[in-house]
């Protein structure tokens, strides 16, 4: 039982010439909650970028790295966030190529008329293309690894290519009608 203002004990390694053996210690001041994990796990799958994940739960990039490396169910984690995060940058790259993103900006004055019409264009999508290519072939290992535990519901299954036809063919079909 803890006093009042006293740290809880937990469990760690401690590391030894003859091996490593576990002694209760009070819990290190920096050490990461469930709370701050699940935060940096959902930035993690919203950006795909493990610094800005980091920064925003207030904790340098290492230390991720190093928790990575120590915990197995965080690194599972870790790869399911970023497969995530990646499918979601595909299916916005896909969309962007297919439907194009412009959006109108209309400034009135103050009688209600147009004062001036700006149209706004996507971002080029050839920074989104080419931070894919260069993790392709880490995401194509964790896609691999979560269709062997039932997962595997990104864009790469026979199911979101068959669904990716199918609106392709309608929209050349809607296309062919219009003309």
């Known amino acids: 039982m803890t006093k009042a203002g006293e740290a809880a004990l937990v469990p760690q390694r401690q590391a030894r010439a003859s091996g490593a053996r576990v002694q209760q210690r009070r819990e290190r001041r920096d050490a990461w909650t469930k709370a701050e994990e699940r935060a940096f796990l959902a930035t993690l799958a919203e950006c795909c970028n493990i610094s800005e994940a980091a920064r925003a739960i207030g904790k340098c990039r290492q230390g991720a790295?190093?928790?990575r490396k120590r915990r197995a169910a965080f690194a599972r984690a870790w790869d399911e966030a970023l497969e995530q995060g990646y499918c979601e940058i595909e299916m916005a790259l896909m969309r962007a190529a297919l439907f194009g993103s412009e959006s109108e900006e209309i400034v009135l004055d103050g009688d209600g008329a147009v004062k001036s019409r700006k149209v706004k264009r996507a971002?080029?999508?050839s920074i989104g293309l080419r931070l894919l290519q260069h993790h392709r072939a880490r995401v194509t290992t964790i896609r691999a690894a979560a269709g062997g535990r039932g997962g595997g519901g990104?864009?790469?299954?026979?199911?979101a290519k068959a669904r990716v036809r199918k609106v392709l063919d309608e929209i050349r079909r809607r296309r062919a009608a219009g003309q």
Do not use: F, S
């Open 65 to 67: 790295y190093d928790r």
């Open 123 to 125: 971002p080029n999508l």
């Open 154 to 159: 990104g864009p790469d299954t026979a199911d």
